[in-house]
Each structure stands twice: as structure tokens, then as C-alpha cells.
């Protein structure tokens, strides 16, 4: 068994690999991205303290980069098991670098045994489209008296009552941004006192590792009725 990361190679049966896959979750708790884990644990063997020296400096230095591509070969090179930076969401990190947990014994006379962590997230599967954000408002005015402050020339301003009765308004605004498309606009929550439509406006996604990722659009809808308007904002949906 031999890793290569970018273009370093352990020797043969040098390390072990714990390979482990978590769910990522948005703010409503639904997947969005799986996120591998390769626990590395290995041995480097060189023929005195100095060589092991070298061999772990060159260890340091081919791990110390992020975003190359990780690999688990068998002896004859084929690959086993991969964590490429294309196509995943944060590129392959290696958030614990060689250290070193055991420091006793004849540790660093011929031998130094180490350890690596590294991580990626990719999509998660499904064909599912998962939000990362979801936020609706709903406003309401009008309905009762509109007046104002007239200000006179010789005399202090004076009240004055313009409409006995106004019209009832309301405004519901919202924003989402789907992970990998566009999610869907929800619809206007009065249709029958639409008076102005949707305004959607669309925000370009970003582009990590491959993957086009972060998909935003915002909308608004502008209501107005001679009776009164009575709802709530629309809730973050059920993924499907």
C-alpha cells in the first residue's frame, strides 16, 4: 500500500489509511456535501538518526501544501482509493500535517513513526439540489387613516387628514442560494392582490475546485387590497 500525495510517494507498505465519510448538513440540518477523512499512520525507516531526519523533513515538505491530489495505490501503482481536489467543494486540506505521537523508545534511531489527517468535501449524491440559505420577510402597512403636517407661512403647521381610509399593503422579499443550481422563486402569497411581480434577481455562483457552487436569487412581490392581508412569510422548504 503506498500513498502519493501530488508527487511524493511513501514507500511500500510504509502506512495505514483509516478512510472515513461524514455528512455536511446546511442550517436545516439537510446533507449538502460529503466529507472524506484519511487518517494516515506510517513509519519512515532510513539507516541511521540523520537519514531518518531527512526522510522526515521531506515528509513535512511535500505535506505541507494543500490542494494537490491524494491517492492510495496498491504495490503495482493502481489506485485504490482517491481524494482529488477537482470536483470537490473546499479542495483536499491537510488540516493535521506529519506530527509525530510516540516519542519513546528507540524512536528517532532508525525509525519515526508519524501521522497525517487530511479532508475534502464533495457533493453530496442524489441529484439533490440542497439549500444553503433560505430568508422571507413579509411587511404590512395601510388600512387606516393617512394624514400629514401642512406648514403654513404665518402660522404654526397644521394637521391635516388626507384619506380617511388607505388601501392595505404588503411586501414579501426574500433570498436563497441553492448549492449546485438556482432553487426555485416561491410564489407570490396573494396572488389576487399582485400589483407588482417577482423583480427576481439572480447572483452568478462561484466556481471551487471544478464545481460551480453557491447559487443566489432574490425576489419580490408588492400587494395591495381594500380589505386586509393576513399571512406569514414562506419557511425554508422540505428538501424532496
Not at 22 to 30: D, K, P, T
Not at 131 to 159: H, I, M
Request: a negative charge; glycine letters at 10%.
Amino acid at each position: 500500500m503506498i500513498i502519493q500525495y501530488g508527487s511524493y510517494f511513501t514507500a511500500d507498505h510504509e502506512c495505514t489509511v483509516i478512510i472515513d465519510k461524514e455528512a455536511v448538513m446546511n442550517a436545516a440540518g439537510q446533507p449538502y456535501a460529503l466529507r472524506h477523512t484519511w487518517s494516515i499512520e506510517g513509519m519512515l525507516n532510513a539507516a541511521d538518526t540523520a537519514a531518518v531526519v531527512v526522510a522526515m523533513q521531506a515528509l513535512e515538505r511535500a505535506f505541507a501544501p494543500w490542494f494537490f491530489d491524494l491517492y492510495l495505490l496498491d504495490s503495482s501503482g493502481n489506485i485504490c482509493h482517491a481524494m482529488p481536489s477537482r470536483g470537490s467543494l473546499t479542495g483536499v486540506k491537510i488540516i493535521k500535517p506529519p506530527h509525530y505521537p510516540k516519542g519513546d523508545g528507540a524512536e528517532l534511531s532508525t525509525f519515526r513513526n508519524y501521522a497525517i489527517t487530511a479532508t475534502a468535501d464533495y457533493p453530496y449524491g442524489g441529484g439533490v439540489n440542497p439549500l444553503k440559505a433560505f430568508t422571507e420577510t413579509l411587511a404590512f402597512r395601510g388600512g387606516g387613516p393617512r394624514q400629514t403636517v401642512v406648514e403654513c407661512v404665518d402660522v404654526e403647521p397644521q394637521p391635516q387628514l388626507l384619506n380617511l381610509f388607505t388601501a392595505f399593503r404588503a411586501v414579501q422579499t426574500g433570498s436563497a442560494i441553492g448549492m449546485f443550481g438556482y432553487p426555485p422563486i416561491p410564489p407570490p402569497i396573494f396572488p389576487g392582490a399582485l400589483e407588482e411581480a417577482g423583480e427576481p434577481v439572480f447572483t452568478s455562483p462561484s466556481l471551487m475546485y471544478g464545481t460551480y457552487v453557491d447559487f443566489g436569487v432574490s425576489w419580490s412581490y408588492r400587494f395591495s387590497s381594500p380589505t386586509p392581508l393576513v399571512g406569514l412569510p414562506n419557511q425554508w422548504p422540505a428538501q424532496g
